[in-house]
């Protein structure tokens, strides 16, 4: 149950798998070799659509960056590789909280602080409930202004045998957020995610 709550592992069922918090005990070649199967993926969707693009992976009740590619356009937001930020404001984060099982959820809520970092940021816990809701339904998160004024993003979560590793997200000024680069956003997100997926 205590590595459970700390998220070394899940419970599923009755069986158990490893859980989010297990990488953090992985050699760290495995660390390594996840940055290099993720790095090529991260530049790409840059490239396709010259907006930042990341990878997160969680640490504890946060995420930090892992791969980081950032857009060559002057209105840009930008995170460094490393960076840690919180799980509740960031798409990728609400990805990763959408994968958590009922009772890990339910100690994240009870223990975790949820800051207020514009005025759209969402804290209430019934409302970030009926979001999360809604990304585990369609895979996809969204944010709008949340963590940083006039940047919106999409992530989307990587599961491998049912265990979440990790999660993607493009961050798009707001003044370039249309409904066209937010599909483009969602195709390059979700072929990312299978490619890494797929991956041994």
């Not at 799980?87 to 809520?109: C, P």
């Not at 369609?138 to 491998?160: C, D, M, N, Q, W």
């Not at 997200?169 to 707001?174: D, K, S």
């Amino acid at each position: 149950t205590t590595l459970v709550n700390l998220g070394y592992l899940d419970r599923i069922g009755r069986t158990y798998a490893p859980g989010p918090s297990f990488a953090r005990l992985a050699p760290a070649g495995q660390a390594a070799r996840l940055k290099d199967s993720v790095r090529p993926l991260v530049k790409d969707m840059c490239e396709q659509l010259d907006e930042t693009t990341s990878f997160f992976v969680l640490r504890g009740d946060q995420i930090e960056s892992l791969v980081s590619a950032v857009s060559g356009q002057a209105l840009r937001y930008a995170i460094e590789e490393g960076q840690i930020v919180p799980l509740h404001a960031m798409s990728a984060g609400k990805a990763l909280l959408a994968t958590f099982e009922k009772d890990r959820l339910a100690q994240y809520f009870a223990e975790v602080e949820r800051s207020r970092f514009t005025p759209r940021t969402i804290c209430d816990e019934a409302a970030l409930r009926a979001e999360l809701a809604t990304i585990s339904a369609t895979g996809l998160a969204h944010t709008f202004e949340e963590y940083s004024l006039g940047i919106a993003a999409v992530g989307k979560a990587v599961l491998r045998k049912g265990v979440a590793i990790g999660a993607f997200a493009i961050a798009i000024p707001v003044a370039r957020y249309t409904p066209e680069l937010q599909a483009r956003a969602i195709a390059a997100l979700t072929q990312a995610a299978d490619v890494l997926a797929s991956q041994p």
